[in-house]
């Protein structure tokens, strides 16, 4: 995986591009602020797909804390534990 640092204004005005790049090409994203990394963005693997019908028609809501968001995952994807 290649890296390539980006400024938070690029990134903001090419996400679509930056996102489809870092699928298509394997990228990985540092974005910078003020000469510091603050985020990093990368292709979600694919065995993150989630394509339970439980998932697909419903509302996404947001989660408290990442343990709820996976909790959420193994209940409903097999995601692995």
Do not use: C
Not at 56 to 67: A, G, K, L
Request: negative net charge.
């Amino acid at each position: 995986m290649n890296t390539k640092l980006i400024t938070l204004s690029d990134y903001r005005k090419n996400l679509s591009r930056y996102t489809k790049e870092a699928r298509e090409q394997n990228l990985l994203y540092i974005v910078m602020v003020h000469g510091k990394p603050v985020l990093e963005v990368k292709a979600a693997s694919e065995d993150l797909y989630l394509e339970s019908p439980a998932y697909r028609n419903e509302t996404w809501d947001s989660f408290d804390s990442p343990e709820a968001l996976l909790t959420d995952l193994q209940q409903y994807h097999n995601v692995a534990k």
